[in-house]
């Protein structure tokens, strides 16, 4: 229910009294395929079944004659100064109290033959497996063929296996290597230098931000250059600028 939602409180200004009463499950579902301004049973201290709604539509059940209990007396229980109230919910989203429990009560089948069988045919539905195994004749033939390996895990693998072998090498040694590659070519992505020095990704990324610039757009998007302070060679900028 929302905040801003209104309740009609029309049940407290009349005073309403309502009765709390517990009622087995079967019973509300029966009580669902009574017609619309039908008749689904009348209460004496007891509540008795309607004529109409003590058919059950068994699945599975070789006993046509299956019938749901007719006759539920009341065993009445206290409120224990409990404030309870009845609320309705109508199909416009509108929350009306319909009144103040003043009793509490539980309505209980008369254990018949009939009834038993129903117990018996809840339990069987209750442990009956949601997913079933089965065996096929022949094999599916779809696009979604099984194999042993996919590329991606096969790639994954074969990355960690390579890079679970570079062992950190001394920072000096990494540094002359990197300076060796950049007198060779001017821009590098990080693949390239990885199999250049042999070094993990995440340690040759941290000498990087060091001693170079990460290009994330332009004509060298996704590389690597020298700061200009630990270049050997003029930058096209900087070439335009002396011209």
């Known amino acids: 229910m929302s ?8 049940g407290v200004k009349q005073s309403k009294g309502v009765w709390l009463v517990k009622v087995p499950k079967y019973l509300s579902q029966q009580w669902d395929k009574a017609a619309e301004k039908g ?4 209460v004496h201290i007891s509540f008795y079944l309607s004529d109409e709604l003590i058919a059950l539509d068994a699945v599975g059940e070789n006993d046509a ?8 007396p009341f065993t009445m ?3 224990g100064g409990q404030t309870m109230a009845v609320f309705s919910h109508s199909n416009t989203d509108e929350i009306s109290l319909e009144g103040m429990v003043v009793h509490r009560a539980e309505c209980r089948p008369v254990v018949t033959d009939s009834y038993m ?4 045919l809840q339990i069987k ?5 949601q997913r079933l195994s089965q065996q096929l004749e022949r094999a599916v033939t779809t696009i979604f063929k099984p194999v042993a390996n996919h590329d991606f895990n096969v790639e994954y693998e074969k990355k960690k296996k390579t890079e679970g072998k570079m062992v950190r090498a001394e920072r000096q040694l990494v540094l002359d290597m ?8 001017q821009y590098y992505n990080i693949k390239a230098l990885v199999d250049i020095t042999k070094q993990p990704v995440t340690y040759l990324k941290e000498i990087m931000r060091e001693i170079g610039t990460y290009n994330s757009k332009g004509v060298h998007k996704s590389t690597w250059e020298l700061k200009p302070e ?14």
């Open 3 to 10: 905040e801003t939602m209104e309740v009609d409180l029309t």
């Open 39 to 42: 008749e689904c049973g009348c």
């Open 65 to 72: 004659s299956l019938e749901v209990p007719k006759d539920h």
């Open 77 to 79: 229980h206290p409120v």
């Open 117 to 120: 069988k129903l117990k018996k």
């Open 125 to 129: 539905e209750s442990i009956k497996p």
């Open 178 to 185: 990197l300076f060796s590659a950049f007198e060779k070519h």
């Open 230 to 243: 630990y270049r050997h060679y003029q930058s096209d900028e900087e070439e335009m600028q002396t011209t």
